[in-house]
Antibody
Framework: EVQLLESGGGLVQPGGSLRLSCAASGFTFSSYAMSWVRQAPGKGLEWVSTIRCCTGRTYYADSVEGRFTISRDNSKNTLYLQMNTLRAEDTAIYFC?????????????WGQGTLVSVSS | DIQMTQSPSSVSASVGDRVTITCRASQDISGWLAWYQQKPGKAPNLLIYAASSLQSGVPSRFSGSGSGTDFTLTISNLQPEDFATYFCQQTNSFPPTTFGQGTKVEIK
């Protein structure tokens, strides 16, 4: 069974930093692209970032480009999101998601999410 | 970026009803569309990908159709566990991938 377990969320002041982790199990982590998707309270879904499985190539939403860094450690089956210079508008639940092995950049498994609150 | 617009924003329906949700893309995305169901406090769950392919384990009362810019998600014989919010996602032009704003299916 595929499992994705996020951690690292919490309350942080504007301008601060936070690192999220996503521990993966139940599949060959190193073979799949992985993503972060966020959801502000009561709002819709916003794609944040994706990292390819094998080249490690990364992609970012314009809203986080230059502030967030996605990375992965295939030896630990773990995905990361380093978030710097946080803003109030980054407040959201952050979901880790596995990119499907079917054609297309959709997400076939999601973690339960971790809440990031940016406030003074 | 491609904008995705869902309609309606919410719909009230009864158990056993047929519900149709529409998603429109701001430009041609061929068949690169996915649908998700999200229940309160839970992560989204993939229902449909490539516009009409049913994800493994998803009940057959869920179906998707469309291509180009106009897509639909149909729930036939609505069940109590289907009351949730549904999102579409375009995956044609990546990056970025973008989601619709969501459609809430409520109990009438």
């Amino acid at each position: 069974e595929v499992q994705l377990l996020e951690s690292g969320g919490g309350l942080v002041q504007p301008g601060g930093s936070l690192r999220l982790s996503c521990a993966a199990s139940g599949f060959t982590f190193s073979s799949y692209a992985m993503s972060w998707v966020r959801q502000a309270p009561g709002k819709g879904l916003e794609w944040v970032s994706t990292i390819r499985c094998c080249t490690g190539r990364t992609y970012y939403a314009d809203s986080v480009e230059g502030r967030f860094t996605i990375s992965r450690d295939n030896s630990k089956n773990t995905l990361y999101l380093q978030m710097n210079t946080l803003r109030a508008e980054d407040t959201a639940i952050y979901f880790c998601a596995k990119v499907s092995d079917s054609s297309g950049w959709h997400f076939d498994h999601w973690g339960q999410g971790t809440l990031v609150s940016v406030s003074s | 970026d491609i904008q995705m617009t869902q309609s309606p924003s919410s719909v009230s329906a009864s158990v056993g009803d047929r519900v149709t949700i529409t998603c429109r893309a701001s430009q041609d995305i061929s068949g690169w569309l996915a649908w998700y169901q999200q229940k309160p406090g839970k992560a989204p769950n993939l229902l449909i990908y490539a516009a009409s392919s049913l994800q493994s384990g998803v009940p057959s009362r869920f179906s998707g159709s469309g291509s180009g810019t106009d897509f639909t998600l149909t729930i036939s014989n609505l069940q109590p566990e289907d009351f949730a919010t549904y999102f579409c996602q375009q995956t044609n032009s990546f990056p970025p991938t973008t989601f619709g704003q969501g459609t809430k299916v409520e109990i009438k």
